[in-house]
């Protein structure tokens, strides 16, 4: 039986980031930086006005009651270049380029707003409501440092360097395939024998929550041919496949019979509960085999059908290794140590997740509340948890007041 530690270590190590791609902006939000950004330009490129008001030369504005010509008038988006008159006084708005020779703005609220003259409430401080070239950014500075994670700001800043694309690791494109003849959609009419499919839609949602592109296929019927086909067609478009159901021991072995010669897929039994069986490795892209040369291979996931079983492994294996293919360095969901507010047994030499209410804050410390029967765990308990406490290989009993570590799903 495989450890937990070991099927992870497995995991990431064949979980590289995708390879880097140069994006438009609209594409680039919740990606991550594939490499440093150098500013090419001084951003403001010239000094321009911050505030609606009068550029002057502060000197000007030194003698009390002193009232100036008003010579001109600058808009956001006039040519710059205007050389200023000693002695007088220009009207500009914010963002329009400051005249060469004037040092200071003087906001339109400390003045009489003249239009042919302007009259000053205050004396002009050298520099104020001016924003200098090269003031928010530098020619030639590094700023934005691979491996930031893009988000609005740091995309307004590219803009404003005038950087249209930027190289960005992609967000995966991840397949999903139920495998199961007794799968039925959740909008077909109940039938006996046969199983309204959940994972598909839950893996699905638990995807987009990593940052990743979800593309489910729905159900494909559990013969050899069908899976064949299915993973043959969706492989050219994946960066990473999940299939959920097909690994009973006791049915026929279509999965496995199918994996077999696609890659280097183990079915492993993983010492954890739910989720005991498990299958992972790289199968080939693009009808090439691992390892040929100009072949392109995908990690692919075989996770059990339960539903709590493929979403607990999906958050304990793929979604950290869908966070190091688009680039993160934070793998992992937060974790908390809680006090076990009530007891359960755990099974021997496996670990054990169970869902759970988690309440406190830092101050005043976390408790735990194990929802349903932890020993076996339901989509009812699941969908009422915060948390997956974590019960380790060596514990056979949780006491109440235990700490317990939480894997926190959400705040």
């Known amino acids: 039986m495989r450890s937990v530690q070991d099927h992870l270590a497995a995991v990431l190590a064949a979980a590289g980031p995708v390879s880097p791609l140069e994006v438009m902006l609209h594409d680039a939000s919740g990606c991550i930086l594939a490499a440093d950004v150098v500013a090419p330009v001084d951003v403001p490129a010239i000094a321009v006005a911050a505030r609606d008001g009068y550029a002057v030369n502060a000197d000007d504005t030194q003698a009390p009651g002193r009232d100036l010509p008003v010579a001109h008038d600058l808009h956001a988006g006039s040519a710059a270049g205007l050389r200023h008159v000693a002695g007088t006084a220009v009207r500009v708005a914010s963002g329009a380029p400051l005249p060469l020779g004037a040092d200071a703005v003087v906001p339109v609220e400390e003045t009489d707003r003249g239009q042919a003259r302007v009259a000053f409430q205050r004396v002009a401080a050298p520099g104020q409501h001016v924003r200098f070239a090269g003031a928010d950014v530098r020619a030639g500075e590094v700023v934005l440092t691979a491996g930031t994670r893009l988000g609005a700001r740091q995309i307004a800043l590219a803009a404003a360097m005038g950087r249209g694309r930027l190289p960005v690791h ?17 909008t077909t009419a109940a039938r006996p024998g046969k199983v309204f499919e959940v994972d598909g839609h839950a893996l699905e949602a638990a995807v987009r929550d990593a940052g990743a592109t979800p593309v489910r296929v729905g159900i494909v019927p559990d013969e050899r041919a069908a899976l064949r086909e299915a993973l043959e067609d969706q492989l050219v478009r994946a960066d990473l496949v999940v299939l959920t159901g097909g690994l009973s021991e006791l049915a026929h072995d279509t999965v496995k019979d199918v994996l077999a010669p696609l890659g280097t897929v183990r079915l492993d039994q993983v010492a954890m509960t739910p989720g005991l069986r498990h299958g ?132």
């Open 280 to 411: 992972f490795g790289l199968v080939g892209a693009h009808g090439l085999d691992v390892g040929e040369p100009g072949g392109r291979t995908v990690p692919l996931f075989a996770l059990q059908g339960h539903p709590v079983a493929a979403q607990v492994s999906f958050e304990v294996f793929v979604r950290p290794a869908l966070r190091a293919m688009a680039g993160h360095t934070e793998l992992f969901r937060p974790s908390v140590a809680a006090a076990a507010t009530h007891g359960w047994v755990s099974p021997a030499g496996l670990r054990q997740f169970v869902p759970a209410a988690v309440l406190g804050s830092p101050d005043e410390g976390y408790r735990a509340t194990p929802i349903g029967d932890p020993s076996a765990p339901s989509v009812t308990a699941l969908a009422q948890a915060n948390a997956l406490a974590v019960v380790g290989e060596g514990d056979r009993t949780v006491h109440p007041g235990q700490v317990v570590h939480c894997l926190v799903l959400e705040g």
């Open 170 to 186: 992609p967000t995966p494109r991840v397949v999903l395939l139920s495998v199961g003849s007794e799968l039925v959609e959740p």
